[in-house]
């Protein structure tokens, strides 16, 4: 089986148009090329994949002259599901630059009441943290002077850390 003219035609203008269409900065248009693109390609794999015949499966009554190699059906599935992924993939971008550019100036910072509580524990968890550290100090002092942590007025702990401005606030 010889080539038809009508599909080579057909896949020229396709690479054609797809690669035009591409060269566009919108997303969209590079969306719309590489699905002309991706058709072209298997439309290239279905001329190039030669006369049609019997199926590929032998069962011991089919003359192996006469199937047809199940090579290109192979490539051209394989070209499908890749065209299908990078599509998805390109639909993802469009839909996440289309989202950024309708929040204006706010970005990808929107801040909602459940972020702001967490940074208040995550405050609350510093404090925390500072006064044990000012606890493990103490008990450096008090080992390393020997002294008995019962004879001291404040139990051994040693001085208090100041406690900052914004400490102040997150305790209240």
């Known amino acids: 089986m010889s080539a038809s003219i009508t599909l080579v035609v057909l896949m020229a203008v396709l690479y054609g148009t797809g690669v035009y269409v591409m060269l566009e900065r919108s997303l969209t248009r590079i969306l719309i090329g590489f699905l002309l693109v991706g058709n072209a390609t298997n439309l290239l794999i279905f001329v190039m994949s030669g006369r049609s015949g ?3 499966i032998i069962d011991g009554q089919t003359d192996a002259a ?3 190699d199940p090579v290109p059906q192979v490539l051209m599935l394989t070209a499908i599901v890749i065209n299908f992924g990078v599509t998805a993939f390109i639909l993802a971008l ?9 929040l204006g ?5 929107v801040t909602t009441g459940e972020e702001e509580d ?4 995550a ?8 006064s044990l550290e000012g606890d493990d100090a103490a008990v450096r002092t008090v080992l390393e002077e020997g002294g008995d942590a019962e004879d001291d007025i404040d139990g051994g702990r040693g001085p208090e850390p100041e406690a900052s401005e914004r400490d102040r606030d ?3």
């Open 54 to 56: 019997d199926s590929p």
């Open 66 to 68: 006469s199937t047809v």
């Open 94 to 102: 469009i839909y996440r630059s289309w989202w950024l550019s309708n």
């Open 105 to 109: 100036d706010e970005g990808d910072d």
């Open 118 to 121: 967490d940074a208040a524990e």
């Open 123 to 130: 405050d609350q968890a510093q404090v925390f943290h500072r």
């Open 170 to 172: 997150v305790m209240r």
